[in-house]
């Protein structure tokens, strides 16, 4: 045995902040290290891959227009985590949310009144609560795992949007693509930025953002969340119910990766497709987790993951590079999360058998 890991005798409130900021930096220099392996310029890689990108309003406002739905979803996963409460569906609640905002923007599709709007916006809610009362169910009434329950349904969802629209939602002026009608504009997210996509769902998302940040650290629901999450026995002890917390995380998760699929719809896609997102439900875990599960933390880490959704796009235009090269970054980016989450709750003891034999001598 080469080397063991020992607990720490306390964990370090500065480091649990700072340890984001070390796995982007060492996700930068891997990167870099890994571009040049591939024969390309490091430097100018990653200026292609996280500058270029956002060196424009233009570029800007599309930052804006990824990270919406991954701040959405990150800030609902972060209030279940917290309560230790693991839905890994976002990506099946966001198509549920879609279908349902969607399906009413379809069958009112000749109508223009102000309401149709707020009312996709509520079905797109409901549709993603709905899909996550699923787990929440089997979770409470037979201890199924979440994480299985929830996983699995995700696919259900897809199939099910496949199924609308190569079916009976499908455009009938679309020339057989499997595609639904163009929402009218009555059903589209106005944009705040006038030549640009950004709409009005961005400013949904840091409204959520700043009504969770109030939630967590000036309610009792946010007091609630922390005790149960952190001291099960506790919370058991003082009156807080566990099952009554898992259903309101995983509804509230649920309505806001609901609200991103609508929002993902009825704004920069204006319809319903095949796919609706490229993997934001998934992508949206390691947003929460770079976050701290903070709300503030969760708006930069969306941003940070909307870059990468970018610069990916970017290197395949500008370089050539396979747009797969946003997963790989993805992926290091939470594995030196997660590997520098470990070294601060633990402390790394090299050859331990060696110094037992040592001492014993």
Sequence with gaps: MLFKLEPRGGISARMVYLTPLLAVGFTLVVGAALFAALGYDPVHTLKVFFIHPVSSTQGLAELGVKATPLILIGLGLAVGFRANVWNIGAEGQLTLGAIAGGGVALY?????SPLLLPAMMVAGVLGGMAWAAI???LKTRFNTNEILTSLMLTYVALLLLAMLVNGPWRDPDGYNFPESRIFSEAATLPIILEGTRLHFGAAIALLVAVILWFLFSRTLFGFQVRVIGQAPAAASYAGFSQKKMIW????????LAGLAGL???????????????????????????????HPVGVVLAGLLMALSYLGGESAQIELGLPVAMTGVFQGMLLFFLLASDVLVTYRLRLFPGLKRRSGGA
Aim: aromatic share 12%; no cysteine.
């Design 135 to 137: 787990p929440a169910f």
């Design 248 to 255: 309101i995380s995983l509804l509230l998760a649920g309505g």
């Design 108 to 112: 009112f599709y000749d109508s223009n």
């Design 263 to 293: 929002v993902e719809v009825a704004g920069p896609i204006g319809q319903l497709l095949p796919r609706i997102s490229p993997g934001y439900g998934f992508t949206a875990i390691i947003v929460a987790f770079l976050g701290r599960l």
